[in-house]
């Protein structure tokens, strides 16, 4: 028995004077309707430039909330977009549903028979769409458009509501028209989207929005392969200078000779092959935001020089004795933990709390719960256009594969893994019109041995450079030594083969300490 309409709605009316989260709002928004007309999934998409994107979905599999519906490639949304009133389509249209092989809770690929859209407008201007979804080919037969026309009326007021909510608290990006000079460096760039619906990824957005709009310095940190460059680019385009250039330079890209100018610039003649003068990548920023990537990766000297930078805005091109003022916001990533850099003294305190003014930590991929078929969806949607392939689901026990693994190589290895297997598969069957991924065209298992043999083969590889790694052995090995001979230093040089006065200058070089030795009567030293 199908609920009165009224009675029904009247959650809906009430969460509209409430302050929830915007996917809790959107997601009762679905449930309501789905009391108001029973149907088995339901879909609501906001239009983005020329594609749609689900913001909340009822009885679909949870990886349609990661893909992106361009509207070249659906007909039916794009039929339901342009339409101002909703739309039904026959059990027998021909229309290529973007909806099939994504029932949740089977993997059988089943179609959709029964359909229904409705666009959502605010402000006169098309927002979205609103979509219904039935196996039963009759299920929408007796149902009045006209309800779900004013139902899309409650839609769009929500969804108002929730956009203004959103403004007020600051989370909402804040978009503004790019100067032209920063428009022929971002146009050529996607703006950033960080995909996810876990409490941790949630907790990393509210941090942007928290820190984007202030002046301090960001020390983003996270694990090889996370997105620390797509969370830098949104720090910057939620910021104030969203409308000025934000520059990037790769610290462990460059060799040490290059990474001063590279930084600050030079002038004509300041070395070999300088034949003219250049700006470097902070006078290029003026304005604007500097990235520092792998900026653990700094060499010592040019880090002394950072540091004046940070502190007081003014830089010295490589071979001038010149300041230049700039004013720019400061933005650094590592996967390396700088708190261990500094104790060894591989990287300066004094730079490492002046980037560290606010840190982000980026979670890695196993702590973000179901993120990944979240991430699944958006990877199989972008390769689905690459490979020419019509429609891609993920099976069951592909999905549970995805969720056990355990993911080192983070989001860039659930990317490149995807890819594989959609190719696998796409080469093995391009007859089907739905290309249903499985666990074995994962290929996860060998994945594994591939990763256990990779990370036995890190651990006797250091995670430094190569006198580092020198200094390391040896601090080692001198401090095994002084402990098996009780702090003797003569008796470990000639273990070690060494100079007893040799040795005495490398202990004090490397820090070490002999241990306490007793006394001719065995009394232990004050």
Not at 207 to 227: D, F
Not at 311 to 321: E, F, M, N
């Amino acid at each position: 028995m199908t609920p009165d309409p009224l009675t029904a709605l009247l959650p809906l009316l009430d969460d509209l004077s409430r302050d929830l989260p915007q996917a809790e709002r959107y997601q009762r928004l679905l449930q309501t309707l789905q009391r108001c007309l029973p149907c088995d999934a339901l879909a609501l998409l906001r239009l983005d430039g020329d594609r749609l994107v689900p913001v909340a979905v009822l009885g679909l599999s949870p990886d349609t909330l990661g893909r992106r519906f361009r509207l070249d490639e659906h007909p039916r949304l794009q039929h339901i977009l342009a339409q101002r009133r909703a739309t039904r389509f026959a059990a027998d249209c021909d229309l290529p549903d973007p909806y099939d092989g994504l029932i949740a809770g089977t993997d059988d690929p089943l179609r959709v028979h029964d359909c229904l859209g409705c666009p959502l407008y605010i402000d006169d201007r098309p927002w979205g769409i609103l979509t219904l979804d039935a196996l039963n080919p009759a299920r929408f037969g007796r149902i009045n458009l006209d309800t779900l026309e004013a139902f899309s009326h409650l839609a769009a007021a929500t969804v108002k509501a929730s956009d203004r909510l959103q403004h007020l608290t600051l989370r909402a990006e804040r978009e503004r028209l790019l100067a032209e000079t920063w428009r022929q460096v971002a146009d050529q760039l996607p703006p950033p989207e960080l995909i996810g619906q876990s409490s941790s990824h949630r907790h990393l957005l509210e941090e942007i929005a928290l820190v984007a709009r202030s002046p301090l310095t960001v020390l983003i940190q996270g694990e090889t392969g996370t997105g620390k460059e797509l969370v830098a680019r949104a720090v910057h385009r939620q910021s104030d200078r969203c409308d000025q250039p934000l520059i990037s330079i790769n610290c462990a890209a460059l060799p040490e000779s290059l990474v001063e100018s590279e930084l600050f610039g030079h002038v004509r003649g300041a070395f070999s092959g300088a034949s003219a003068a250049r700006a470097g990548k902070f006078e290029l920023a003026d304005g604007g935001t500097l990235f520092l990537d792998e900026v653990g990766e700094l060499p010592l000297s040019v880090q002394a020089k950072l540091l004046r930078a940070l502190q007081s805005g003014q830089i010295q091109r490589l071979g001038s004795d010149r300041d230049h003022h700039v004013d720019v916001r400061i933005i650094a990533a590592t996967n390396r933990d700088l708190a261990s850099a500094v104790r060894e003294g591989r990287f300066r305190a004094d730079l490492y709390h002046r980037l560290g003014a606010y840190p982000l930590r980026v979670p890695p991929l196993r702590e973000r719960e179901r993120d990944v078929l979240l991430l699944a969806g958006y990877f199989l949607e972008q390769n689905r256009t690459r490979l020419q392939v019509r429609r891609t689901s993920l099976s069951e026990d592909a999905r549970q594969a995805l969720l056990a693994h355990d993911w080192p190589g983070n989001v860039r290895e659930l990317e490149h893994l995807l890819s594989r297997a959609l190719l696998r598969a796409s080469s093995r069957d391009r007859s089907t019109t739905l290309l249903q991924l499985t666990a074995a065209d994962l290929g996860l298992s060998s994945d594994l041995a591939v990763t256990a043999q990779a990370e036995a083969e890190n651990q006797m590889l250091p995670g430094c450079g190569l006198r580092e790694a020198v200094d390391q052995y040896q601090r080692q090995l001198i401090a095994t030594l002084l402990q098996r001979h009780q702090g003797n230093l003569s008796a470990t040089a000639r273990a070690l083969q060494i100079d007893r006065g040799n040795l005495h200058r490398l202990t004090r070089r490397l820090g070490l300490t002999s241990p306490r030795r007793p006394d001719r009567q065995g009394r232990m030293p004050e």
